[in-house]
């Protein structure tokens, strides 16, 4: 007779594209067994009939404002957000105050955000050529990677971004050669700082304060001619590039051709880059503010055939919370307000909702959400499948149940800027097992904050 501490029956898996009915054993932490038996003791039994099982996701990009600006968001309203989407790993960037950009930081935000922590979680550490000895010991204190922005922040938000940024490609080569001898990942927020500057000027000149003038002040050649640049030093350089937020077909397109060539090379989409478009911006002003700003039509479109293609691997979501007063200002001059939205509760209900509208495959799902991350970032097979000897994360989800989104019931404390507020999706997640326990149940609620680990990669030189 087979014992475990917890048993998930009568589910169906989906692994390879392809959904098999079976039951998880866990024991310890870990999936000790994958099979239908009747042969099986539990402390604990979940029946999960009709429903289906996905590797615990992973959100590779969030910004959990923790510590700092936790009248934001903080580390423990942030993480039951992602358990309640069925996400059991974030990787937190690391725009705090301050900013994380020595080992002295990394290691006291460390010990912050542990104790309220409700998933597990990484900590990337900034990168550019203000901190470059530091680099080699904030990947020595464990640094799961690195992020750099390739424009500069308004200076209303300097204190939140010093460090973290460069703005000509001469600063970008230096910070690049140090992040390569890590061997770590170097995720890169590409969007062109003169350019930007240039055409922000512009509007201001021409006394653009519209919410369309955010668009216009960084069109998509602006997104474009960065990553050309990244995409360039990378190949240089040899540093394992990761291009977060991809919004432009013409970003693809080069990420696409690069890849071809032989450059480490990967990037993300977000769920805001295929549900909206730069329509929106009048009607939603600030809160649809976002950097990279919406786009077009056919922009959402390519990102969507990128992911069914592989050519882009994975989602994240750039969960960026801001107050509603924040937000508000924007209505006046949107350049007054600061740019972002949350997300990481409601990114697989959307994907799901997708795949119900025949734009995306289920069988894809795992690999945008969990695989691909966790191999990019050096913690698969630990992670981001299911899988004997993995760590049983695993989010429960029942596929046809259709729900509202409603904004005030979301964990984040920016509920009045969520941008998905009211929309009617279908699939649902109604467990969501961390580290072998069961650390949210819809209608339930959570378990105890100080539940997650973290999670340092295995990635080297």
């Given at each position: 007779?087979?014992t475990?501490d ?12 392809e959904?098999v009915e079976?039951d998880?054993?866990?024991?310890e932490?870990t999936i000790?067994?994958i099979?239908?038996?009747s042969?099986i003791q539990?402390a604990?039994?979940i029946n999960?009939?009709g429903?289906?099982?996905?590797p615990?996701?992973i ?5 959990f ?5 936790t ?10 957000g992602?358990i309640a989407?069925?996400?059991?790993t974030?990787f937190d960037?690391p ?11 990394f290691?006291e935000k460390a010990r912050i955000?542990q104790?309220?922590?409700v998933s597990n979680?990484?900590?990337i550490?900034?990168a550019s050529?203000?901190n470059l000895p530091?680099?080699s ?17 308004p200076?209303?938000r300097e204190k939140?971004y010093s ?5 000509n490609s001469?600063?970008?080569y230096?910070?690049?050669?140090e992040?390569r001898k890590?061997?770590l990942?170097h995720?890169?927020?590409?969007e062109?700082?003169s ?10 000149a021409?006394?653009?304060k519209?919410?369309?003038?955010h668009y216009?002040?960084?069109p998509?050649?602006?997104?474009a001619?960065?990553v ?12 394992k590039?990761h ?9 693809m ?5 690069a ?14 880059y295929?549900y909206f478009?730069?329509?929106i ?7 649809a ?7 077009n ?9 990128a992911l ?6 994975m989602?994240s ?9 924040e ?8 350049f007054?307000a ?8 409601t990114?697989?209900?959307l ?18 959400t ?8 050096g913690?698969?097979?630990k ?5 004997i ?7 429960i989800?029942?596929?046809n ?12 404390k920016?509920w009045?800027?969520?941008?998905y507020d ?5 699939g649902k ?6 580290n ?8 339930s609620?959570?378990a105890?904050p ?7 990669s295995s990635?080297?030189?």
């Amino acid at each position: 007779m087979t014992t475990c501490d917890l048993l998930i029956k009568n589910g169906r898996i989906l692994r390879d594209s392809e959904l098999v009915e079976s039951d998880v054993c866990i024991t310890e932490k870990t999936i000790t067994s994958i099979q239908k038996s009747s042969k099986i003791q539990s402390a604990r039994t979940i029946n999960a009939q009709g429903l289906i099982l996905l590797p615990g996701l992973i959100d590779p990009h969030v910004h959990f404002r923790d510590p700092g600006f936790t009248y934001k968001e903080d580390f423990e309203s942030g993480t039951k957000g992602a358990i309640a989407g069925g996400t059991t790993t974030v990787f937190d960037m690391p725009t705090n105050d301050p900013v994380v950009t020595d080992a002295e930081i990394f290691l006291e935000k460390a010990r912050i955000v542990q104790g309220k922590a409700v998933s597990n979680f990484g900590l990337i550490a900034a990168a550019s050529h203000e901190n470059l000895p530091s680099i080699s010991d904030l990947k020595r204190v464990g640094a799961i990677a690195f992020k750099t922005f390739m424009v500069s922040p308004p200076k209303e938000r300097e204190k939140e971004y010093s460090g973290s940024y460069v703005t000509n490609s001469a600063q970008l080569y230096q910070t690049m050669k140090e992040v390569r001898k890590s061997g770590l990942v170097h995720s890169i927020h590409a969007e062109c700082d003169s350019t930007v500057s240039c055409l922000t000027e512009e509007m201001i000149a021409d006394n653009r304060k519209d919410p369309m003038a955010h668009y216009d002040s960084r069109p998509n050649f602006t997104e474009a001619e960065a990553v050309f640049d990244a995409l360039l030093l990378a190949e240089v350089t040899g540093v394992k590039l990761h291009i977060v937020h991809v919004s432009t077909s013409e970003a693809m397109d080069l990420l696409s051709v690069a890849r071809s060539r032989g450059v480490d090379a990967t990037g993300e989409t977000c769920p805001q880059y295929m549900y909206f478009s730069k329509e929106i911006l009048p009607k939603r002003g600030p809160y649809a503010k976002i950097n990279p700003p919406l786009r077009n039509i056919v922009d959402s479109n390519r990102m969507l055939d990128a992911l069914g293609s592989g050519e882009i691997e994975m989602v994240s979501t750039d969960h960026a919370p801001h107050t509603n007063a924040e937000k508000q200002r924007g209505w006046e001059d949107i350049f007054k307000a600061p740019s972002g939205t949350p997300g990481v509760e409601t990114r697989l209900p959307l994907l799901l909702n997708l795949v119900h509208q025949d734009r995306l495959r289920l069988g894809d799902i795992p690999r945008i959400t969990a695989s691909s991350a966790a191999r990019r970032f050096g913690i698969y097979p630990k992670k981001g499948t299911i899988q004997i000897g993995s760590d049983a994360d695993i989010a429960i989800i029942d596929f046809n149940q259709s729900w509202v989104i409603r904004a005030s019931e979301l964990q984040t404390k920016a509920w009045e800027t969520v941008l998905y507020d009211g929309m009617a999706v279908t699939g649902k997640v109604k467990f969501t097992i961390l580290n072998g326990e069961i650390a949210f149940e819809d209608g339930s609620g959570f378990a105890s904050p100080g539940i997650g680990k973290f999670i340092q990669s295995s990635n080297s030189t």
